[in-house]
T-cell receptor, first 115, second 112 residues
Framework: GAVVSQHPSRVICKSGTSVKIECRSL??????MFWYRQFPKQSLMLMAT?????????EQGVEKDKFLINHASLTLSTLTVTSAHPEDSSFYIC???????????FGSGTRLTVV | EDQVTQSPEALRLQEGESSSLNCSYT??????LFWYRQDPGKGPEFLFT???AGEEKEKERLKATLTKKESFLHITAPKPEDSATYLC?????????????FGKGTKLTVNP
């Protein structure tokens, strides 16, 4: 149990376009989902916390208007990178927490390349 | 400032050569400590959660321990398939919500 599906696994987009990444909890309900960004040989950096039915909470330094997060249901959160630029190229990973707590399960990640 | 430091950054072992990875932390309001394994190009895979000093958990060749200031991940008789980056994360409560703060990881390579 506790499977998180993230899609797409890889995406290449042109500079100035927007990209949407989906994160789904397949076999449990997630009150909270988290979005991370990981640069090569670096740790996972939390970008934002999304709660079902309310606005996301962004970490300091993360642009809310660039990284749009929507958590429309207890099983789905989306991250949209708007007006992407090459410096947005990175590995984006989502995580979901069970309603009953304690289980932080990660998706398989999305490699975004902006050209 | 809450910090999580992992050492060493990289570790090379021969198959069967046991060793330990370290995760030290300076945080306020620790709710738990997590160990994950991450393979290249993949998301972290859950290994263990530890909640209190003195707690130990085991899974196959891995054993995680926790003190008030650090955690160790012991690897006994490793195999090449244990090669991966091992991440440590602490669960904190900030502003009424929970969040995981990660260390930079230890890249383990086990040679046959």
């Amino acid at each position: 149990g506790a499977v998180v599906s993230q899609h797409p696994s890889r995406v290449i987009c042109k500079s100035g376009t927007s990209v949407k990444i989906e994160c789904r909890s397949l076999d449990f309900q997630a009150t909270t989902m988290f979005w991370y960004r990981q640069f090569p040989k670096q740790s996972l950096m939390l970008m934002a916390t999304s709660n079902e039915g309310s606005k996301a909470t962004y970490e300091q330094g993360v642009e809310k208007d660039k990284f749009l997060i929507n958590h429309a249901s207890l099983t789905l959160s989306t991250l949209t990178v708007t007006s992407a630029h090459p410096e947005d190229s990175s590995f984006y990973i989502c995580s979901a927490n069970r309603v009953l707590g304690g289980m932080y399960t990660f998706g398989s990640g999305t490699r975004l390349t902006v050209v | 400032e809450d910090q999580v430091t992992q050492s060493p950054e990289a570790l090379r072992l021969q198959e069967g050569e046991s060793s330990s990875l370290n995760c030290s932390y300076t945080v306020s309001g620790l709710r738990g400590l997590f160990w994950y394994r991450q393979d290249p190009g993949k998301g972290p895979e859950f290994l263990f959660t530890l909640y209190s000093a003195g707690e130990e958990k085991e899974k196959e060749r891995l054993k995680a321990t926790l003190t008030k200031k650090e955690s160790f991940l012991h690897i006994t008789a490793p195999k090449p398939e244990d090669s991966a980056t091992y991440l440590c994360a602490v669960l904190l409560t900030q502003g009424g919500s929970e969040k995981l703060v990660f260390g930079k990881g230890t890249k383990l390579t086990v040679n046959p």
